[in-house]
């Protein structure tokens, strides 16, 4: 699998949330949280800000899901990234 142009493929990471006072947010809850955290598994041959492997934050209202192989991954465009961890 290779992602293409300025599109990339990863696999959404998921994390509990908690609150300052210590509570776990409710999936509801994440549902008004504007980013999601994810893996990189294959950036597209004009992407310049990833490599596969790194873990990244996205616009959580972008991108779409896709069944490769029995596997369900996300596509997003490079723009959607607003913070790559490494």
Known sequence: MKAVNKFI??????EQVKTSSGL???????IGIRYRKAKVLTPG??????L???VVYYDS????SVMIEGVLH?????RDVVVVLG
């Not at 493929?9 to 998921?14: A, L, R, T, Y």
């Not at 776990?24 to 994440?30: A, C, F, P, W, Y």
């Not at 041959?45 to 990833?50: A, G, H, Q, R, Y």
């Not at 996300?74 to 490079?78: A, L, V």
Request: glycine share 10%; charged share 20%.
């Open 24 to 30: 776990i947010m409710s999936g509801e809850d994440m």
């Open 9 to 14: 493929v990863i696999d959404q990471i998921n």
């Open 45 to 50: 041959n004009e992407v310049s800000t990833v």
């Open 74 to 78: 996300t596509i997003i465009q490079e």
């Open 61 to 64: 209202s972008s991108g779409h």
């Open 52 to 54: 596969p492997g790194d």
